[in-house]
């Protein structure tokens, strides 16, 4: 080979990475600016004006079809920074988002900025173990293309927005382990079609529930460890989808023998409550079921033997007025 060819061999080498940078320039300078906002952290140490966005960089990925190389993935996830940051503003530049995770770092602090609605296209929005507080923000209503919203084990506060089921393409929402107070609201019932799961657990939730929640079919729903009282029978129903009830440790009272059970469940918790009545009958035509726990309520009558049923723990039944039947004492007979 001559000197010349290795030359140019070497030189393609050398500028072909910048020649075939994906990275969209607008995108790579706001992300460099979010990086500063975060006080440069060394977990984001790929980030570099040198290299590629798309593909180098930890937690971001571009999009391959609808808008090629724009930014539309960007996950800020145990960032282990050494001192409270709000929210980078600069995240809210970035026109293509669709999904934004934020989550295990404690020293994310602040309340979501109000420039979040320029996020025209996200779809999902996850905030998750950070000290972020304030109130889940009304301008979230804005934003029509949320599909999913997950807050939780952060420190929002204040109730339940009423506009949540106005946001069309909502397939669900995780507002868990926070301190979000108050009843929730009659609207509720009125999520579209596509919503399939609902997750409130551990807040401070109070009052009943409203009877147009009956209206949904959930795929999954988790109220537990909260304070909501009354009847949850709507919430189940033979005609629904159901996978997953989790009602444990609220103060929840209805007969539980009358409510109809969707084939497709797989897991109900529904212990330290108020109910009353007998275990549902259907429980062992459920083909599905894999968890009960039905334990501190007032429930009463024999337990149905056999089908997913006999592998389950005395503690599943423990403490109710009176079920009997293995694996508890047997029913006494008159
Ligand atoms: C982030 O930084 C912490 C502490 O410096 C380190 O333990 C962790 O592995 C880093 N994570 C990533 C994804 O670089
Ligand atoms: C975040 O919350 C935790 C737990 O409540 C607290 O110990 C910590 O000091 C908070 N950090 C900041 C930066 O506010
Ligand atoms: C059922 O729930 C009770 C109370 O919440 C708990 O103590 C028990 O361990 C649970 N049983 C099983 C099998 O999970």
Redesign the pocket.
């Known amino acids: 080979m001559s000197h010349l060819r290795i030359l140019l061999v070497l030189l393609v080498l050398v500028f072909t990475p910048a020649l075939s940078e994906l990275c969209n320039p607008e995108d790579k300078q706001i992300l460099l600016r979010i990086k500063k906002e975060l006080g440069n952290p060394s977990n984001l140490s790929s980030w570099l004006p040198t290299t590629d966005c798309c593909g180098n960089w930890v937690g971001v990925s571009c999009a391959t079809h609808t808008q090629p190389n724009r930014v539309n993935v960007l996950d800020l996830s145990d960032l282990h920074l050494r001192k409270p940051y709000l929210i980078p503003p600069s995240i809210t530049d970035l026109p293509y988002l669709q999904y934004l995770y934020i989550t295990n770092s404690d020293n994310i602090v602040g309340t979501l900025p109000p420039t979040f609605t320029k996020l025209t296209h996200l779809r999902r929005l996850h905030i998750r173990f950070t000290n972020v507080s304030g109130h889940i923000p009304d301008f979230l209503s804005q934003m029509k293309s949320l599909e999913y919203i997950l807050l939780s084990n952060s420190k929002f506060s204040g109730t339940l927005p009423t506009w949540l089921p106005s946001l069309p393409k909502l397939t669900g929402i995780s507002i868990e382990g926070n301190r979000i107070s108050g009843a929730i609201p009659d609207s509720f019932g009125s999520f579209s079609k596509v919503f399939k799961t609902m997750t409130l657990t551990g807040n401070r939730l109070t009052g009943k529930i409203p009877a147009t929640l009956g209206k949904l079919d959930l795929e999954i729903v988790d109220l537990s460890d909260n304070m909501l009282e009354g009847d949850a029978s709507m919430l189940f129903g033979s005609k629904k989808h159901t996978q997953l009830i989790h009602l ?2 609220n103060k929840f009272s209805f007969d539980f023998g009358k409510v109809g059970l969707s084939k497709t469940l797989k897991i109900i ?1 529904v ?2 409550n108020r109910l009353y009545g007998t275990l549902p009958k259907g429980l062992l035509s459920l083909n599905d079921l894999r ?1 009960l ?4 309520n007032n429930l009463c009558g024999e337990i149905p033997q056999g089908g997913g049923l006999k592998y ?5 039944y ?2 109710n007025k009176c079920l009997c039947g293995s694996p508890l004492p047997s029913c006494k007979r008159f």
């Open positions: 444990t440790n918790e212990s330290n968890w726990n039905v334990s501190h389950l723990h005395e503690s599943s423990a403490h």
